[in-house]
């Protein structure tokens, strides 16, 4: 039996049947979903249960892997999975819960923010494969924003105005939203802001989308306080209820959504009190979508 895809929502996310992601994919079987992720932007795929190498394998078969690096305020020492692996979790290196005031965890909190993953590098990522590994908590939904329909809804002046607007994207400016302001030297230097194109083609389907995400603090050219304003308000038209679709997660689901098309957040559960075991491999981007700054090579 091939793979079938069900669209799930007016603009975009298919959910994916009729295969065993824990078995090696068939080229046809690859291309296939390549070509779903172009078309529906995400992909929803139930009763997976994965292992780590087996998820690691499966994310292989769309490109290079991202490691997670440079990504985070985790000290090497408190590595609950391997580089491969972004842990999305609540959880320690013991596999214990966060208390509520670690500094990792306050870090973390930076998901609830609309985001598309990693475009606070360089060269950020392409696609992004979250598997869920114990049972959902209430609440904790991951909602997704469909970038293609938001860029179509725009009037043309505003489509004219941004088509060569270039952004800047930091870690330090999504976590400051929240409040979190400390960070050392070394991460100051890791979190350095790149620059990134605000309007994106997909080479697939041609439509354009709007690159948004928390993780932008200015637009290169702008007065900041212009610049954030402006792309509060892009961000708000992006993220209206008819441009998303919210996940309820089941144990053995596994959401891949693609970061050029899509922003994505976490919505709130009770994260001091259960097990949120959530674990990623995300697939690299396969350039930098600007010149970056004399300062900093690309
Ligand atoms: C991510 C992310 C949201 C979630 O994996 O990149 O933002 O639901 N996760 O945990
Ligand atoms: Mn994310």
């Known amino acids: 039996m091939g793979i079938s895809i069900k669209q799930l929502h007016e603009h975009f996310v298919g959910e994916v049947s009729g295969i065993d992601l824990r078995q090696p994919l068939t080229p046809e079987q690859a291309r296939e979903i390549h070509e779903g992720m172009d078309r529906y932007g995400i992909l929803v ?22 490691l997670a690096i440079g990504s985070n305020v985790l000290k090497d020492d408190q590595r609950r999975l391997r580089l491969e692996m972004a842990d999305v979790s609540n959880l320690d290196q013991n596999g214990k819960v966060l208390a509520r005031d670690d500094r990792r965890r306050m870090f973390n909190l930076g998901n609830r ?59 330090i400016h999504s976590r400051g939203k929240l409040g979190f302001e400390e960070f ?33 603090g200015t637009i290169i050219g702008w007065q900041v306080p212009e610049a954030r304003d402006f792309i509060r308000e892009l961000s708000e038209h992006a993220t209206q209820r008819r441009f998303v679709h919210s996940h309820e997660w089941r144990l053995g ?38 010149a970056q700054a004399e300062d900093r090579a690309a």
């Open 113 to 171: 923010l609309w985001h598309s993953d990693s475009s606070f590098r360089v060269t950020p990522s392409k696609f992004s494969l979250l598997s869920c590994r114990s049972e959902p908590p209430k609440g904790g939904n991951t909602e997704f924003a469909f970038m293609p329909a938001a860029y179509e809804a725009l009037d043309d002046e505003t489509k004219a105005e941004i088509e060569d607007l270039i952004t800047e994207h930091s870690l």
């Open 45 to 66: 795929f139930h009763d997976q249960d994965l292992s780590d190498q087996e998820q690691v394998d499966f994310t292989k078969n769309f490109g290079e892997l991202e």
């Open 184 to 216: 050392s030297a070394e991460e100051k230097q890791t979190f350095a802001p790149v620059r990134h194109a605000l309007v994106r083609q997909n080479a697939f389907t041609g439509r354009k989308s709007i690159y948004l995400s928390a993780h932008i």
């Open 253 to 290: 689901d596994l959401v891949m959504w693609d970061n050029r098309q899509n922003m994505h957040r976490v919505r709130p559960f009770r994260d001091t009190g259960v097990v949120r075991d959530m674990r990623r491999t995300t697939v690299a981007g396969e350039g930098p979508t600007a």
